[in-house]
C-alpha cells in the first residue's frame, strides 16, 4: 500500500526510461522535501508531458539521498501497456498522487462460524482481518456425582496465527471453572460458574447455581426444583445447576463459560484452520437431585476490511 504527500510536483531531472530525479519544483506545488517524502517509502506518481500525449501512472520508493522515486511497477500508461514510457523529453510535470486501492473505505464483510471445523478462506481483496472467538462452555452439575460435561475449545490457526479459546469445565456440584484463552491481542478467561445454593435441610427447595457468562452473555439459570437451564446457543455461556427435591441432598453448581480471545490481522494469509467448540452436555437427573442445562456452543466471528 502506497503513502500520500500533499500537493508535491517537480520536474526531473531528465526524460527516458530513468527513475526520477528531483529537478526543480513547479509552480504551485511543493518539493519531495518540502512535502515530506519518506526515504524508502512507497509512493504512487504521475508524470506527463506538456501537451499530454505522453503519461504514465507508476509506483516505486523513494530515495531521500538522491531525491529520485524508483519507476518500479508501472500502472498504467498513455500507450496503454504496463512498461515504462521512453519520455523524449523530460516531463512537465511528476506529481505524488493517490489511487483508489491506496485510499481507505469503509467496506466491510463478516463470517460467522458457528460449528464444526475446516478452513476459512480469506476474501479477496481484504487487507485485514478481526477474530473474535469464544469455547463452548460447560454443562450444569446435579449436585451429586453428575458432571456436567466440559465444553470443548475454538481454535483458529496458520500463518502467524495460533489462537484458543478452551471449553468451561462442569462440576457436580461447586461452579465450574471457566476455560483460558491464549494467541489474541485480548485474552479473557471464561466466568465461573456459580455453586449450588447450599445443603438441604427438608424446609426449603433449593437451587442450582447458574452458569458461568462470556462477553456474550447467555448463561443458563440454576433452577428450584427442576433441570438447570440452559445456556444460549453459540454464547459460550455454562448451563445452570439443577435444583432438589426431598428430605436431603446438594443442587448442582453451573457450568464454566468458554474463554474469549480476539486478534486483529493485517495482511491475513489466504486461508486459516478453524474448529468451534461444542457446549458440554447436561448432566442428568439423579434421585431427588436435578439434573443441569446443557452449555453454549461457542462460535467464531470474523470481520473483514477491504
Avoid at 445447576?241 to 489466504?270: D, H
Amino acid at each position: 500500500m502506497a503513502a500520500f504527500i500533499d500537493n508535491c510536483g517537480f520536474v526531473p531531472t531528465a526524460g527516458g526510461t530513468t527513475d526520477w530525479t528531483y529537478g526543480s519544483t513547479v509552480g504551485g506545488y511543493q518539493s519531495p522535501s518540502q512535502a515530506g517524502a519518506i526515504n524508502g517509502q512507497t509512493y504512487v506518481f504521475r508524470a506527463q508531458s506538456a501537451d499530454l500525449t505522453q503519461w504514465e501512472i507508476a509506483a516505486g520508493t523513494y530515495a531521500s539521498s538522491t531525491g529520485t522515486f524508483a519507476r518500479t511497477t508501472v500502472l498504467y500508461t498513455s500507450a496503454g501497456m504496463t512498461s515504462k514510457v521512453n519520455f523524449s523529453v523530460p516531463p512537465a510535470l511528476v506529481a505524488i498522487i493517490a489511487v483508489s486501492q491506496d485510499i481507505a473505505r469503509t467496506l466491510r464483510t463478516r463470517t460467522v462460524l458457528t460449528s464444526g471445523s475446516g478452513t476459512y478462506a480469506t476474501p479477496t481483496g481484504c487487507r485485514t482481518i478481526n477474530v473474535r472467538m469464544i469455547g463452548g462452555g460447560a454443562g450444569g452439575g446435579n449436585g451429586v456425582s453428575g458432571a456436567g460435561g466440559s465444553g470443548a475449545s475454538s481454535t483458529f490457526s496458520g500463518t502467524g496465527v495460533s489462537m484458543t479459546a478452551s471449553g468451561g469445565n462442569g462440576v457436580p456440584q461447586q461452579g465450574g471453572i471457566g476455560g483460558g484463552a491464549s494467541g489474541g491481542d485480548i485474552n479473557i478467561q471464561g466466568g465461573g460458574g456459580q455453586g449450588g445454593s447450599g445443603v438441604f435441610t427438608g424446609t426449603n427447595n433449593l437451587a442450582g447455581g447458574n452458569g458461568g457468562s462470556g462477553p456474550f452473555g447467555g448463561a443458563g439459570i440454576g433452577q428450584y426444583n427442576a433441570n438447570g437451564g440452559a445456556a444460549a446457543a453459540n454464547s459460550g455461556a455454562g448451563g445452570g445447576g439443577g435444583g432438589i427435591t426431598g428430605s436431603s441432598g446438594v443442587p448442582g453448581g453451573g457450568g464454566g463459560a468458554g474463554g474469549y480471545c480476539e486478534k486483529l490481522i493485517v495482511s491475513p494469509a489466504a486461508s486459516y484452520s478453524y474448529a468451534v467448540g461444542s457446549g458440554g452436555s447436561a448432566s442428568a437427573n439423579s434421585g431427588v437431585n436435578f439434573g443441569g442445562g446443557a452449555g453454549g456452543a461457542g462460535i467464531i466471528i470474523i470481520d473483514e476490511y477491504y
